[in-house]
């Protein structure tokens, strides 16, 4: 598992007769390598929410997979260059993200009126004449079980992270302290 | 929800075909008031694993439950006073667990091969003539779902104590450097 790609980006999330409201998204891209019982690579793409621990959308995208995606929206990309033509996409929305009226922008969009079941993940570039659709991705929602797999791995490294605190502050107190003394004699 | 027991124990685990093994179980006893439509109490006992996000199995108790466990297992209590005699059985067996011999046990056994299904949790006296069963408790493993949302809630709290610690290396910090500073001019 290689991870490409894991930043917080703007995205405009639009739900059946509900505003257009922004919110700020996680979006992680991992290369998974499997090398039994055949040689594999499957893109996976998630987006989640670090305030909200249920949201959770994903995609694998198999070489097979990606094959209908790139005839179906028009790629000249192989597979093996789509992450990194991905990643440069994402990247142009968060410089554009500061601007009053930013040419990339980033849409989630969803056919129930609340946010759930499969949602549309695209990259839109809109120019004076018209928007234009650079990549959409069907993400689906993730089962309780996903969830729950997720959630477990966010809880474990968050664990590890607190311990490294818990071991940084006590090596600053004893460390601060023993110079405090020290100056102090 | 009033929290009224919350620790870690050690319980001898039993399944199918296998050896019995120790682990450290934290057993969580909480006392849940609905008001609405109807007052209702409801206890609830949950047991998990520090180790293992995964691991949960749960029962709720309520009122009239409580009234067939009092037949089923003989008990002479009433509702009100069981969570008390319940956590004064488990305190008995927090202090017997340095003993060679200890004398107040806790068992989770379950029909499967693996720790899966419904699991019987007991708290088991043993003397010189035989083992008696002070209450015998039948939990059920948590679904997807609920294990979902015990792990939202671990993350949350375990959140809230990272930044807090943040916070205290942060002052612990400025507070340090500042007496250092004084006593070095």
Same mark, same amino acid.
């Given at each position: 598992m290689e991870e490409l790609f894991n930043k917080v980006l703007q995205v405009n999330v639009r739900c059946r007769d509900c505003e257009e409201r922004k919110a700020n998204i996680r979006v992680t891209i991992e290369l998974q390598l499997t090398t039994s019982p055949v040689h594999k690579r499957d893109l996976l793409v998630r987006i989640t929410d670090d305030i909200d621990p249920y949201f959770l959308f994903n995609l694998a995208i198999s070489e097979e997979d990606f094959q209908s995606l790139k005839v179906q929206q028009g790629l000249l990309i192989d597979f093996a260059s789509f992450p990194q033509k991905f990643i440069d996409l994402l990247n142009l929305c968060i410089s554009e &993200?500061? *601007?009053?009226? %930013?040419r990339f922008l980033l849409h989630l969009s969803c &056919? *129930? %009126?609340?946010?759930?079941g499969p949602a549309n993940f695209s990259v839109i570039e809109t120019n004076a004449f018209k928007h234009l659709n650079h990549l959409s991705l069907r993400l689906s929602q993730a089962s309780d079980k996903e969830v729950k797999d997720y959630l477990a791995v966010c809880l474990s490294s968050l664990k590890a992270e607190k311990h490294a605190l818990e071991m940084k502050l006590k090596t600053t107190e004893d460390d601060l302290t023993r110079q405090l003394n020290y100056a102090q004699q």
């Open positions: &993200q500061t *601007s009053d009226s %930013p &056919q *129930s %009126p609340v946010l759930e």
